[in-house]
């Protein structure tokens, strides 16, 4: 029962949103949960930080994380990458 996070601005259309929230139920949700959000034992992607957010590029496709378990989906696409990105922050 933690507060609600400040807001971060994102400009994702609603179709960017929709494709966004299929991806990251096909992708995401086995390890960040339901609608992102966590069970506890992986990071709860509706209070990531904006540093994290604005690293999302490096995180999702480039494996910025790697270390921590996150695997690299380097085959995604810049649109897919912003859809997932602009789901998140929705």
Same mark, same amino acid.
């Given at each position: 029962?933690?507060? @609600?996070?400040?807001p971060?601005?994102?400009?994702?259309?609603?179709?960017?949103?929709?494709?966004?929230?299929e991806?990251?139920?096909?992708?995401?949700?086995?390890?960040?949960?339901? +609608?992102?959000?966590?069970? $506890?034992?992986?990071?709860?992607? @509706?209070? +990531?930080?904006?540093?994290?957010?604005?690293?999302?590029? @490096?995180?999702?496709?480039? $494996?910025? &994380?790697?270390?921590? $378990?996150?695997?690299?989906?380097?085959?995604?696409?810049?649109?897919?990458?912003a859809?997932?990105? $602009? &789901?998140?922050?929705?």
């Amino acid at each position: 029962d933690r507060p @609600r996070p400040e807001p971060i601005a994102s400009d994702a259309m609603p179709q960017q949103i929709a494709r966004g929230a299929e991806l990251f139920g096909q992708r995401c949700a086995m390890c960040h949960g339901i +609608a992102a959000q966590s069970g $506890g034992s992986i990071a709860d992607l @509706r209070y +990531a930080a904006p540093a994290t957010i604005d690293a999302f590029e @490096r995180i999702v496709r480039q $494996g910025a &994380y790697s270390g921590l $378990g996150m695997p690299a989906f380097d085959w995604l696409t810049d649109a897919d990458v912003a859809a997932l990105r $602009g &789901y998140v922050l929705a």
